[in-house]
């Protein structure tokens, strides 16, 4: 059951990535548990994401939205692309992301292409592989975004000035 709803509340971009249904066989019958996957974003560099479960949708929904707004990552952008080429890797699934040239777009899958939306950039190329698992591609993502660095931000750490 996957839905991908876009929200823009207050300037941020809010996506339901995916919405699952589970079910527990009791005396009267069966009773249905959500859980819901969110991306969130105010596309200008910091991103987030989110799971929450409960007994309705709605519910589920806004708790992963919260957690979403609490595990906020800054991710630097250049020129609308990322700064250099880099592996993000969770459980099994292993995202590679590459800086595109201007006027590319986002070559990405359905989850990648949602957290690169809500970071804001506009120009990537990516590649995800041993999974199609909404969740865990959207873990390797942040695992990838939380390893870029801008090339001042290597300079200070490294003490040197490149040219």
């Known amino acids: ?21 589970c079910a527990a066989v009791v005396k009267g019958g069966r009773r249905f548990s959500f859980a819901a996957l969110v991306v969130v974003g105010d596309g200008k ?3 987030g994401y989110g799971y929450g479960k409960a007994n309705e949708v709605p519910p589920s929904v806004s708790k992963a ?7 906020v990552v800054d991710v630097p952008i250049v020129d609308g692309t990322i700064p250099h080429s880099v592996i993000g890797r969770y459980g099994a699934a292993k995202v590679i992301l590459l800086p595109a040239s201007p006027g590319t777009g986002i070559i990405a899958g359905p989850a990648v292409r949602a957290v690169c ?27 990838a975004l939380r390893q870029l660095r801008t090339r001042e931000q290597v300079e200070s750490l490294r003490g040197v000035t490149l040219s």
């Open 65 to 71: 939205q919260k957690q979403a707004n609490r595990d």
């Open 1 to 21: 059951m996957a839905n991908t709803s876009d929200q823009s509340v207050d300037g941020s971009i809010e996506r339901v990535l995916k919405i699952k249904r």
């Open 117 to 143: 939306e809500a970071v804001g950039l506009r120009d990537i190329l990516t590649k995800s592989f041993s999974s199609n698992n909404p969740s865990v591609l959207v873990k390797a993502t942040f695992d």
């Open 45 to 47: 560099g910091r991103v």
